[in-house]
């Protein structure tokens, strides 16, 4: 008959065999879930990768017309700051006269 000893023994045994068995099950599931995943970001980051390389390509139709009107627009802006700037300068030299007048 088996002393109480080595049944302990051998539940011990059988205990710490069935967790090494069960951590080498979990890690080499670990292992080949985080190969697919790896995999799968790869071919995920090339997909993005191909997006920004077309888009960086990409250039829009009507570009020069934009330049185009980007000058005139600058142009325009120039000449409302002289106009603003004699009109200005027109009050300032009416102020004095206006001030004299009388008003209603």
């Known amino acids: 008959m088996l002393s ?3 049944v302990a023994l051998l539940v011990g045994f059988v205990a710490v065999a069935g967790s090494l068995a069960l ?3 979990r890690s080499y ?3 080949r879930t985080s190969r697919a995943f790896f995999r ?3 071919e995920a ?3 993005i ?3 920004l390389e077309r888009l960086s390509a990409f250039e829009p139709r009507g570009l020069d017309r934009l ?3 980007t000058a005139r627009l600058e142009a325009s802006r120039a000449r409302l ?3 603003t700037g004699a009109l200005g300068r027109v009050r300032g030299q009416w102020a004095g006269l206006l001030g004299v007048y009388p008003r209603k």
């Open 4 to 6: 109480l000893v080595t």
């Open 49 to 51: 990768t191909a997006s």
């Open 67 to 69: 330049s185009a009107s």
């Open 81 to 83: 700051g002289v106009l």
């Open 29 to 31: 599931e670990l292992w």
């Open 45 to 47: 980051n090339d997909a």
């Open 23 to 25: 951590v080498v099950m």
């Open 40 to 42: 799968a970001l790869g």
